[in-house]
């Protein structure tokens, strides 16, 4: 079992940036491919970042290419979602993930879930 809990969340308006950070235990963290989902009201859950579990392939969806980085740091057993001009439309809970294989990841499931922080970016 994997356990992740998510901090950083909260209200920013549109331009600024935030942070969010999961940390993870339980198991050996290196051997995971992390992501960050989220999903809107009335929407589906999407896929917004992945990084594989030796840090050498990153994916982005189209919406945040640009503007989001996630980034993982091994011995901390953390991955962050550094989120710069964010727009109202980022509005969601972001759901960090942990999956033993990226392709789980990219294909929009995961093994492991956190509880999610919510964010709001006000107009």
């Known amino acids: 079992q994997v356990q992740l809990v998510e901090s950083g969340g909260g209200l920013v308006q549109a331009g600024g940036s935030l942070s969010l950070s999961c940390v993870a235990s339980g198991r050996t963290f290196s051997n995971y491919a992390m992501a960050w989902f989220r999903q809107a009201p009335g929407k589906e859950r999407e896929l917004v970042a992945g990084i594989s579990w030796r840090v050498l392939t990153t994916y982005y969806s189209d919406s945040v290419k640009g503007r989001f980085t996630i980034s993982k740091d091994n011995p901390k057993n953390t991955v962050y979602l550094q989120m710069n001009s964010l727009k109202p439309e980022d509005t969601a809970v972001y759901y960090c993930?942990?999956?033993?294989?990226?392709?789980?990841?990219?294909?929009?499931?995961?093994?492991?879930w956190g509880q999610g922080t919510q964010v709001t970016v006000s107009s």
């Open positions: 993930a942990a999956s033993s294989r990226f392709s789980t990841i990219i294909a929009g499931e995961s093994d492991y």
